[in-house]
């Protein structure tokens, strides 16, 4: 399991989840809380499709890891694991360049 932590919108009371993966869906009236942990269902792209473990806000939803390039949420240190076929579409790496540490990290742990 990678659980991610929320990282960003600590001056605005959380960060914005969406109903669906584009940006153009609709977005939730609950902001996911700044510190909260969530479960990674699915990654595409700079999108993290996940499940609320701890914190406040929505159950469920999609979420940008980064804005420009401010961090929204990170990869908890020990939860990283291995990337399989799961979390990747076609098996590839769908991670961007700019959050390509995270991939790096993977490595660390």
């Known amino acids: 399991m990678r659980v991610w932590r929320i990282v960003g ?3 605005k009371g959380g ?14 009236a ?3 809380s700044t510190g909260a942990l969530v479960e990674e269902l699915r990654l595409e792209g ?3 499709h996940f499940k609320l473990l701890k914190g406040s806000g929505p159950n469920t939803g999609w979420l940008s890891i980064r804005l420009g390039e401010k961090e929204l949420a990170t ?3 020990g939860t990283a694991g291995v990337l399989s076929g799961a979390h990747c579409k076609h098996g590839k790496d769908e991670y961007s360049d700019s959050s390509r540490r995270h991939s790096e990290l993977i490595h660390l742990f």
Do not use: A, C, F, P
């Open 15 to 28: 960060i914005v989840v969406r109903l669906g993966k584009d940006l153009s869906s609709q977005r939730l």
């Open 30 to 32: 609950d902001r996911l």
């Open 9 to 11: 919108g600590e001056d």
């Open 46 to 48: 700079g999108r993290l």
């Open 75 to 77: 990869l908890e240190r």
